[in-house]
């Protein structure tokens, strides 16, 4: 058995993945592959309107919202937000708490001023900066609620009167949250939703036009609001396998229910981290991620060793990020307590063989 503790594209669950490869071969019935199929079949488009209903109905979202289903990655958004968002010579707000934050505002610098409200990089993004004011002559302000690379999580929406913008890439649907604090998400799929392909935009529909910019339409938000998500081929595979992981997420009981597994899961390997003699986490305690577990040796000669300790037991994608050294424990919804049992019992096992 392999317990895989990938970044991204991550684990799904196990009857997603059946599912899916059943509908390769025949569509609800069709006779046709999900991959042959027209997006524009009433089979298909049934496929998004469910995938919309779970998302509105799985993370409450109010009256006011669209939801987009749109292709080229959270980092696509890094630069559609700025361009629908931000007016000629106006100023967006961004806190830096890791490479991908900082990634979004280099792409602000193009179109316009960023305002870098607070950074972490002093310490190498291992916490997450809280004493800071964000200028209200800023079009927007812009965050990123989980550090995928760093292991840190934002719980707290900043508080502002100017519209705020998340990149929940690698938490969405980990946890509850309101999403009236927010006036844009945006999630690349691959790390908590389904497979990658495709990103998940919830906005408000009065952002629409927001920037005044002229704007290629396939750029604009508003564009593909009209369409629903159709203005060009949708990533249609990628659509229909996250919607069998939000049947599955609404069978097992929503986000209250996974966010409590969620936490037992996390404090089940913290708890080994902090008592094991021989691991320490890199983030600071109070910002640790729920879903991206930090980790490194107290003695990083024996890190080569760990890993193939743990490649022998079947646990897969556990090398930390370049920029982090050590290892990374990606525990996204589908990963079972099974793995994080397995995770530990490793850990044990190499404490035991070393004291
Ligand atoms: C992975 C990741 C990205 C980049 O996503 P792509 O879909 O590859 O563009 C952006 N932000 C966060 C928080 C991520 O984890």
Request: proline letters at 4%.
């Amino acid at each position: 058995m392999k317990h895989n503790f990938g970044a991204g594209p991550c684990i799904l669950p196990k009857e997603v993945f059946e599912e899916a490869s059943q509908a390769v071969l025949d569509f609800n019935g069709t006779g046709l592959s999900i991959l042959e199929v027209s997006h524009r079949s009433k089979e298909f488009e049934a496929v998004v309107v469910e995938t919309e209903r779970l998302v509105r109905e799985l993370l409450n979202v109010p009256q006011g919202y669209c939801i987009l289903f749109l292709q080229g990655g959270a980092s696509q958004q890094f630069a559609m937000v700025p361009m629908n968002l931000l007016p000629e010579g106006g100023k967006a707000a961004y806190l830096d708490t890791g490479v991908w934050a900082s990634k979004a505002a280099k792409e602000v610098k193009k179109l316009g001023q960023v305002e870098i409200v607070a950074s972490s990089s002093d310490k190498n993004y291992t916490y997450i900066p809280k004493d800071y004011s964000i200028p209200t002559d800023a079009a927007y302000f812009h965050f990123t609620s989980n550090n995928t690379i760093y292991g840190t999580e934002v719980f707290q929406t900043p508080a502002t009167n100017i519209p705020v913008v998340v990149d929940m890439s690698s938490d969405i649907l980990s946890r509850k949250i309101d999403v009236s604090e927010f006036d844009l998400i945006y999630a690349g799929a691959q790390k908590n939703m389904g497979p990658a392909g495709v990103t998940l935009v919830i906005l408000k529909d009065e952002l629409f036009g927001k920037s005044g910019r002229n704007l290629p339409t396939i750029f604009e938000y508003e564009a593909h609001a009209k369409a629903g998500s159709m203005y060009n081929t949708p990533p249609v595979f990628s659509i229909y396998v996250s919607m069998l992981n939000l049947r599955w997420l609404k069978a097992k009981g929503g986000v209250e229910v996974i966010e409590q597994e969620n936490i037992i899961k996390a404090r089940m390997l913290y708890d080994e981290i902090d008592r094991n003699p021989f691991f320490k986490g890199t983030a600071n305690t109070e910002d640790r991620s729920r879903m991206n577990v930090t980790f490194v040796m107290e003695n990083p000669e024996f890190e080569a060793e760990f890993l193939e300790l743990a490649k022998e037991r079947g646990l897969i994608g556990l090398k930390g990020h370049r920029s982090v050294g050590g290892f990374r424990a990606s525990i996204y919804n589908a990963l079972t307590i099974t793995s994080i049992n397995a995770l530990v019992d490793t850990m044990r096992e190499f404490e035991e063989k070393h004291k």
